[in-house]
């Protein structure tokens, strides 16, 4: 018998639920609809269309009516808003936005694909001014372009330090206009410590964005915003960016459950409270592998494998139900940046018992053109020394070992795992020991105790103490700047200088990235000194940690000059 299935929404779940569809039955009837005027675009792309990048926003188109019904025989209506489901029917209702009128269709199967929509406080002031736009499809990103050149706009303020409002921070700088991006909480990219959210927030001022965090939206006029602090910040233009809601009215007013998270509930086969209906993509609250609790992921990779999923259940096929871990990855300026899993954040606030290290090792042989420092965070589960997740950034290629540490997690692997992992190696791609090898001797070296360290969020607190802190480098880098309570006894003479170094008191080595300083740390352990530390990201994480609330708080400085090289 014919199956009748009817998509809600389009875009990354809705159109790949059609399209797996089809291939897997080409006698079914498949219909989906969509209230917009597109059905299938490249939703995270948007941003870059105000740069230029993607010249022309009809590109960010994918695919039109036209075509999903020539190659795959998809029935697929624009402009077609989904406005009740009759489950005791098995129909909807569906009202036509170019004619407002309104008709039945009866499904064997529904798939709810409506996806989330910016958040936008009734409560500031200004909020519905013409000159506020939010990002959500093709549609508004070509309305605030067209209104940035149109009014030859000069200022913009984004609100949100999250990827939409990252990107589209960047893209407008890239553009040429002044950009501020405000953010509520004291960092941008909550994936991201605190620690590593410092190095994108030097890249961000570095690039000309006036970056404004732990402050608020308070009010929007013609010409500038105001915070809630009562700064004031000129912007012609404001994109708001402070999150997404689930689109569930259609699911509620149906009567489906909506779960703990405000997503549409699922089980392990994306259906919902009704045994005829399915959910995916940004809507619905799904599983999450490491914290075994609900949680809502708004990305587009997770949305196609719950459509494959989806398609795969209503023909009898089985698929595995593994969970989300939250993986993400993103370019900003010069550098890249990506993350999964926990970060320490998150992980302590699960009550996790972990712990951490912060490498910086070259991303490719140091010889090679274009070599760069590559910035690695490992969270782990302590004592089990479990892969808990991962955090990069640099201008390599820092998704290829974020993906690694995605397959170590998803397979339950462990730092013994990642330390053994054979990977390929080119002078010209990577290092004979991997980042993440590298990353996972380090963490075992510290979780089996053989050496200890304090993290860079520590160093202030030493220096303002007086602590005995070395600097393993050469002299020369020593009077390029350095730590102000610093004493210089280089990896090259430290033997030879024993005596100047204390044992009855801590001491804590650093070098630049911290290989020098793990080198004499380890050899002072063998000469008997028992209280020796080692400082994780060393005098380049310790100036990109410093540099930002430096600048922005004007306190005073614990280096004697920034070194950033």
Known sequence: MKKKILVVGG????????????????NAEVIMFDRGPHVSFSNCSLPYHLSGIVEDSESLV?????????????????????????????????????????????????VLSPGASP????????????????????????QLNRYLIDRKVKDVAVIGGGFIGVEVAENLRLAEYNVSLV???????????????????KQM????????VDDGLAKITDNHIETQSGEKYAAQAVVLAIGVRPETSLAEAAGLE???????????HYLTTDSNIYAVGDAIEVHHRLLHKPTRLALAGPAQKQARAVADHIYGMPSRHLGVIGSSSMHLFDLNAASTGLNEKTAESAGFSYDSVYILPS???SLMPDSSVMHFKLVYEVPTGRILGAQAIGKGNVDKRIDVIVTMITMNGTLADLKDLELSYSPMLGTAKDVVNHAALVALNQLNGYYREVKVSQVRELVENDAFIIDAREPTEFERGHLKT???????QFRNRLSEIPKDQPVYVHCRSGQRSYNMVMALQNLGFTNVFNISGSFLGINLYEYFNDLVTGREKIVTKYNFN
């Open 258 to 268: 909506i779960g703990v998270t405000g997503g549409i509930k699922v089980n392990q």
């Open 11 to 26: 875009v990354a779940g809705g159109a790949s639920v059609a399209a797996r569809v089809r291939r897997l039955d080409e």
């Open 62 to 110: 994918l695919m039109n009516p036209e075509i999903f019904k020539s190659r795959y025989n998809i029935d697929a209506r624009i402009h077609s808003e989904v406005v009740k489901i009759n489950r005791d029917e098995k129909t909807i209702i569906v009202r036509n936005l170019t004619s407002n009128e309104e008709y039945e269709e009866a499904y064997d199967k529904l």
């Open 363 to 365: 991303d490719k042989v």
């Open 119 to 142: 958040i936008r406080p009734a409560q500031i002031e200004g909020i519905n001014r013409d000159n506020v736009f939010t990002v959500r499809n093709v549609a508004d990103i070509d």
């Open 205 to 212: 001022v570095d690039h000309g964005v006036n970056l404004v």
């Open 183 to 201: 953010e509520f909480a004291d960092q941008i990219m909550t994936a991201f410590d605190y620690d590593m959210a410092q190095i994108l927030h």
């Open 486 to 492: 610093a004493v210089n006894i280089p990896l090259s």
